[in-house]
C-alpha cells in the first residue's frame, strides 16, 4: 500500500521535476548573467540552457514593461513550487534509500520505473506543447533511452490506461 501511495506521488510530482530544476538553474543563472546582457539571438541554445534562455526572455519583458508585481508573483510562485518539489524529491529519495539499505531492492526499481515512465510522459507532453522553433533545439536522446530501458526491461503499467499514455509518450520518438 505505501508502495502504491509513493507511486502515485512519483507520478504527481516527477510531470514538474524537470520545470523545477530549469527554474531554479535559471534563476540562478540568470542573476549571474544579469551583467553580461542579453544572449545572442543567432546563438543555438543546447538542452540545459533552452528553458534559462526562455525565461530570461519571460523576464526581461516583465522588467521592461514595468510589471515589477507579475514578475515578484512569479518569483514567489517559483520559489513555492521549487520547495514543493524538493520536499517530495526528498521525500521519495530518503524512500528509495532506505529500500535499497535494507536490501529491498525490487521495492525501489518499481518506483524508479515508476519515475522514468512519468518523466517520459511529461517530458512528451511539454514537448508536444512546444512550438517548432524550441522543439528543434530539444533533443530526444534521454526519451530514447528511457524507452530503450523500458522495452529492455518490460516497464509499463498494469493500467491499460496508463499503459496507453506511456506508449504515447514513446511514440513521440518515431514522430521525429
Known amino acids: 500500500m505505501l508502495v502504491g501511495l509513493i507511486e502515485r506521488v512519483v507520478k504527481a510530482t516527477r510531470i514538474f521535476a524537470c520545470v523545477a530544476v530549469v527554474l531554479l538553474v535559471a534563476f540562478l543563472g540568470w542573476s549571474l548573467g544579469q551583467t553580461a546582457g542579453k544572449p545572442s539571438s543567432k546563438t543555438k541554445a543546447t538542452d540545459s540552457s533552452l528553458a534559462f534562455e526562455q525565461l530570461v526572455v519571460f523576464v526581461t519583458h516583465l522588467e521592461s514593461t514595468g510589471q515589477t508585481n507579475t514578475l ?96 504515447n509518450a514513446f511514440e513521440l520518438l518515431d514522430e521525429k
Not at 514567489?76 to 521519495?92: E, T
Not at 535499497?100 to 517520459?120: H, K, M, P, W, Y
Not at 530539444?138 to 496507453?164: F, M, W
Request: net charge positive.
Open 72 to 167: 515578484r508573483l512569479f518569483n514567489d510562485y517559483s520559489n513555492a513550487f521549487l520547495a514543493q518539489q524538493h520536499s517530495a524529491d526528498l521525500g521519495v529519495t530518503t524512500w528509495i534509500l532506505l529500500r535499497l539499505r535494507e536490501g529491498r531492492t525490487n521495492e525501489a526499481i518499481r518506483v524508479l520505473e515508476s519515475q522514468l515512465t512519468s518523466d517520459a510522459v511529461g517530458f512528451a507532453a511539454s514537448y508536444r506543447n512546444l512550438p517548432a522553433p524550441l522543439r528543434e533545439k530539444l533533443s530526444l536522446t534521454s526519451l530514447g533511452h528511457a524507452r530503450d530501458y523500458c522495452s529492455k526491461y518490460q516497464v509499463k503499467s498494469s493500467d491499460a490506461e496508463i499503459a496507453r499514455i506511456e506508449a
